[in-house]
């Protein structure tokens, strides 16, 4: 049975300082039976279902990797964002599948598999847009305009690239803030597509900005790389890992997979094409 538990904030804080022990390997893992990962609990990416079950495109593709591998128990924790690359230093899980974005920033930290999605971005803002925003950059041509991002998300970036200003930036816990912080105080909300795409669904007051222009850094129009963290000791663990989804990558599960939760065939080859040591270079 694939299980959850919700990690508690405080108990995340006593181990942050926690330094690192042997690495973990896939025979220790198969002997113990079980390993442990972290999602961050933003659909379509990672989250909790209401049964208890882990779903999401990391938890999907994760689950499958793992039972091919000979691994069949996972044991989920939920954790904020912002704090999947401390929890995960820390040894509070094994590794986390929650798509984050593999930045150069990120690969200092930790040791990412080769990327398992590609997503864009995108824009939630009030009903009828009525700042007319189009692109990241709208926001930074008036300094009267808020945007709010998620702390530890790598959005944050790409408005500071495009010359938002730190003053106009709202920083929010989690996903779930979204909606009520752009109906409040702030004029957007900055996230992937599909981040945004979910939180507008069905909803009378919000919606997602349509048509929408990634930002451009350096030349380059942004498009998100999502992978698997691991700790960067737990070579071998990782390695493992990697070979294990590069395969799954090329079967029609996978591909099923992430079409279920809204990735076009597009951006499903995207993620095949580009390789994490590339990502981590910043190329």
Known sequence: MRKIRLAGLSALALTIGVTSASALTVEEVKSQGYIRAATANEVPYSYMQPDGTSAGIGPDVANAVLKSMGIEEVNWTVTPFGTLIPGLKA????????EQNISPE?????????????????????????????????IAKDPSLKVAVVSGANNVDFLRAVGVKEDQ?????????????????????AATELTVSELAKGQANVEQVEPFTDPVVKDVPVRNYGGFAFRPEDKELRDAFNAALVKFRKTDDYKKILAKYGLSEQSIAAAAEKKVADLCAGK
Do not use: H, M, W
């Open 91 to 98: 040894r509070r899980f094994d590794f986390a599948a929650a």
């Open 106 to 138: 990120r690969c200092k930290q930790v040791a990412f598999t080769e990327p398992n999605s590609s997503y864009g971005e995108g824009l939630l803002v009030k009903k009828g847009n009525p700042k007319k925003l189009t692109t990241y950059a709208d």
């Open 169 to 189: 930036i709202v920083f929010i816990p989690a996903n779930a803030d979204a909606i009520p912080t752009v109906q409040s105080r702030a004029d957007a909300y």
